[in-house]
């Protein structure tokens, strides 16, 4: 197997066929574990919605055929993420999570600000977010995957899928090794998806929450991304200049 091309910046590979391989933890060194707590402390201090729940991250990504790859992973707590606020650490693991590319009847896709309680208040995104490890008796694979891009698609955005009608399309590869299962919803009509997250939102406020995305857009090229102001994250424009629209596909795959 071999590792995906070096690049620098966001990639989007080509990926038809995922298998997730769990792996133990790498230990964290007793001067590092001291440095994560302090800055996990800090961290929720400045945000007290965080919290020390279970999470999967990835532990590497490999190719073992054409548009086929392997995923290692393992199980940690959203303290290890941390470390990537200590200079100079050895045990960082990058994070793994899912994305879903929702486009509209007529190609657009369906992208949302992240509101001031989330970890990057303001920034745009897909919706997504990220993996979550199975219960002890589960297993971490695409169908899991799928059920939780489904989840996190309803809780965002108010829109119901059915896991089965997710496909699994790319694999966002960052500079740190973070890695993105993205998942192409079904196409749905403008009104429909303005009313769900309309309705999501007077839910969240009536219950005294605050909705995890504050406002959504539809767009169908990076251009109209740049015109809504505010910070992306990384792996956006990739995703829209690909999936938004009649854009010419760029796939990549293993040499």
Do not use: C, K
């Not at 548009?67 to 045990?91: D, E, F």
């Not at 839910?203 to 959504?216: F, H, K, N, Q, V």
Request: proline content about 11%; charged content about 25%; cysteine-free.
């Amino acid at each position: 197997m071999t590792e995906p091309s070096p690049r620098r910046g966001v990639a989007l590979l080509d990926v038809h066929r995922l298998r997730l391989v769990e792996i133990p933890a790498p230990p964290v060194p007793p001067g590092e574990r001291a440095a994560m707590d302090r800055a996990w402390d800090e961290a929720v201090r400045a945000n007290p919605s965080f919290f020390d729940g279970p999470v999967a991250a990835s532990a590497g990504l490999e190719w073992e055929g054409p548009r086929s790859a392997v995923l290692t992973w393992a199980r940690i707590t959203y303290r290890r993420y941390a470390l990537r606020m200590v200079p100079g650490a050895t045990a960082r693991l990058p994070p793994l999570f899912v994305s879903i590319a929702q486009p509209t009847d007529d190609g657009r896709l369906l992208v949302g600000r992240m509101s001031s309680s989330t970890a990057a208040p303001g920034r745009w995104q897909p919706p997504g977010g990220s993996a979550e490890p199975p219960e002890d008796s589960g297993s971490l694979d695409t169908a899991a995957l799928a059920r939780h891009a489904a989840r996190e698609l309803a809780e965002e955005t108010g829109l119901d899928t059915a896991p089965d009608e997710m496909t699994l399309r790319s694999i966002v590869h960052g500079e740190e090794g973070d890695v993105g299962v993205l998942f192409l919803a079904p196409p749905r009509p403008e009104p429909l998806l303005r009313e769900r997250f309309a309705a999501l939102v007077a839910s969240e406020t009536a219950l005294g929450r605050e909705p995890e995305l504050d406002r959504i857009a539809l767009v169908r090229s990076p251009a109209e991304l740049a015109r809504l102001g505010g910070t992306q994250v990384d792996y956006l424009e990739p995703i829209v200049r690909r999936y938004a629209g009649s854009a010419p596909r760029s796939d990549v795959g293993p040499a």
